[in-house]
């Protein structure tokens, strides 16, 4: 099984800062990497697929990059509705998904 | 509008059973492969099952197999999970994810408790 960490599991930035989100794997993903948004009581939105394609709809703000082992999720300016719980998944293992235990990202 | 619905779920004892189903509408449902995603209360995602478009193709992760049965009606535009033998870990919301590569739209999910 592919494990997923991510880190930290909590960061506290105030809206305008940059965040920086990691996803690390067990094993290379290569680039078979999504990363998803879930705020209180609802589901997982797909934000970024393959590692730094934005999915549709998605702002300009949100990026992705890395390759093999290593992924970072990148919000260049947080807005008020960016606090959220974030998670990464692989697909390298398809369709054995696995998930990152979750970023949670705070209001400071 | 892409939607996906899920209903059945609730309360059930240690080793009952339920089931779960899933409503698509908005797209041609039976053009894609569909997933099972469960959380349980305060905790992560873990991937449950998987069925292909045509519904010959299935996979289930190992803490289900053997108990949990995925299945599709393309003539519905449904999906479905038949849970036996639930256990207390079996807690979560459940949520019908659509996949076209990746998983790119999910449902509000269903409440599943194992309870006595």
Known sequence: EIVLTQSPATLSLSPGERATLSCRASQSVSSFLAWYQQKPGQAPRLLIYDASNRATGIPARFSGSGSGTDFTLTISSLEPEDFAVYYCQQRSNWPMYTFGQGTKLEIK | ?116
């Not at chain 2, 099972?36 to 193709?57: C, D, F, H, M, N």
């Open chain 2, 1 to 116: 509008e892409v939607q996906l619905v899920e209903s059945g779920g609730g309360l059930v004892q240690p080793g009952g059973s339920l089931r779960l189903s899933c409503t698509a509408s908005g797209f041609p449902f039976s053009s894609y492969e569909m997933n099972w995603v469960r959380q349980a209360p305060g905790k992560g995602l873990e991937w449950v099952s998987y069925i292909s478009s045509t519904g010959y193709t299935i996979y289930y992760a190992d803490s289900v197999k053997g108990r949990f049965t995925i299945s599709r009606d393309n003539t519905k535009n449904s999906l479905y999970l038949q849970m036996n033998s639930l256990r207390a870990e079996d807690t979560a919301i459940y949520y019908c994810a659509r996949e076209i590569s990746m998983i790119d739209v999910w449902g509000q999910g269903t409440m599943v408790t194992v309870s006595s």
